[in-house]
């Protein structure tokens, strides 16, 4: 399968037969009690990881998946495929828990969504707050590396398999690990907002909010910034900000930020 290509090109990234397995076996004895069997709504497509493996998942453990087929995804179509197939799970990404969030009843109203369950994956409880770490994992479920590229793996990847995400991951006392990029889509006034490194020639790199307003908003930088300032410390305030119809996302709905930080690259002047 194929990276999703938000930092940079598309890598082929090997995931083995191993690596499906583990997944799956790790999974059953998670779920081989409950019953009945889940009905899964899958909304993430295939040629993604998350949806691929949601799909293999289900079917391993006798669910039924359903597929909302091809075209464009409709949140309306969603919530009818719910109440037709009194689906338990659903699988979907960021762009859609916030759609749903910002549109509330408008969305739900209408239709008998009370098959739907709660399942909750993991919880990392245990896990020492108020520390700042490179985030890493290592199990038999993570791939193989990418293929036919070895400087690629080899950067994100030592000898004993621990995979290097590049994210330096933070909890704070609230168990919050992105309280920056959290706090710039707050206001009511914002329907979308990615807060990315900028470079600077100063600090290196400085905060950077692309915001999307809502029609008709007339809510301005000045005001942003000194919303985001009274939540967050010092150094994480937003320094530059720039509103743009919307944010660039690929297939899945992953923000691409690598095209916002080619934004952000550019002469103050031209944004």
Same mark, same amino acid.
């Given at each position: 399968?194929?990276?999703?290509?938000?930092?940079?090109?598309?890598?082929? #990234?090997?995931?083995?037969?191993?690596?499906?397995?583990?997944?799956?076996?790790?999974?059953?004895?998670?779920? /081989?009690?409950?019953?009945?069997?889940?009905?899964?709504?899958?909304?993430?497509?295939?040629?993604?990881?998350?949806?691929? $493996?949601? +799909?293999?998942?289900?079917?391993?453990?006798?669910?039924?998946?359903?597929?909302?087929?091809?075209?464009?995804?409709?949140?309306?179509?969603?919530?009818?495929?719910? /109440?037709?197939?009194?689906?338990?799970?659903?699988?979907?990404?960021?762009?859609?828990?916030?759609?749903?969030?910002?549109? $509330?009843?408008? *969305?739900?109203?209408?239709?008998?969504?009370?098959?739907?369950? #709660?399942?909750?994956?993991?919880?990392?409880?245990?896990? /020492? +707050?108020?520390?700042?770490?490179?985030?890493?994992?290592?199990?038999?479920?993570?791939?193989?590396?990418?293929?036919?590229?070895?400087?690629?793996?080899?950067? *994100?990847?030592?000898?004993?398999?621990?995979?290097?995400? $590049?994210?330096?991951?933070?909890?704070?006392?609230?168990? +919050?690990?992105?309280?920056?990029?959290?706090?710039?889509?707050?206001?009511?006034?914002? *329907?979308?907002?990615?807060?990315?490194?900028?470079?600077?020639?100063? !600090?290196?790199?400085?905060?950077?909010?692309?915001?999307?307003?809502? #029609? $008709?908003?007339?809510?301005?930088?000045?005001?942003?910034?000194?919303?985001? !300032?009274?939540?967050?410390?010092?150094?994480?305030?937003?320094?530059?900000?720039?509103?743009?119809?919307?944010?660039?996302?690929?297939?899945?709905?992953? *923000?691409?930020?690598?095209?916002?930080?080619?934004?952000?690259?550019?002469?103050?002047?031209?944004?």
């Amino acid at each position: 399968m194929y990276s999703s290509g938000t930092t940079g090109l598309f890598k082929g #990234v090997e995931l083995t037969h191993r690596n499906w397995i583990s997944v799956l076996a790790g999974l059953y004895a998670i779920h /081989e009690a409950a019953t009945p069997p889940a009905v899964a709504l899958c909304t993430v497509p295939y040629f993604h990881v998350y949806g691929f $493996g949601h +799909c293999m998942r289900v079917i391993a453990l006798g669910g039924t998946a359903v597929t909302m087929g091809t075209g464009r995804f409709d949140l309306k179509r969603m919530m009818r495929g719910i /109440e037709q197939y009194r689906v338990t799970q659903v699988a979907w990404s960021p762009p859609i828990a916030v759609a749903i969030v910002r549109d $509330g009843s408008s *969305v739900t109203d209408g239709y008998d969504l009370r098959s739907l369950e #709660v399942v909750q994956r993991w919880c990392a409880a245990e896990e /020492e +707050c108020n520390i700042q770490v490179e985030e890493t994992v290592a199990q038999r479920a993570t791939g193989a590396g990418y293929l036919g590229d070895k400087e690629a793996t080899s950067a *994100v990847m030592d000898s004993e398999g621990w995979l290097k995400t $590049g994210d330096l991951c933070y909890i704070d006392n609230e168990g +919050c690990p992105s309280r920056t990029g959290a706090s710039a889509a707050i206001p009511s006034d914002i *329907v979308d907002a990615v807060v990315i490194p900028c470079p600077d020639e100063d !600090a290196g790199q400085v905060p950077m909010a692309f915001v999307v307003k809502s #029609v $008709g908003s007339d809510i301005n930088e000045s005001q942003i910034k000194a919303f985001i !300032a009274e939540q967050v410390a010092p150094y994480k305030r937003i320094r530059r900000l720039m509103f743009i119809d919307t944010i660039p996302k690929n297939t899945p709905g992953k *923000v691409l930020r690598k095209e916002l930080i080619k934004l952000a690259s550019q002469p103050m002047s031209k944004l």
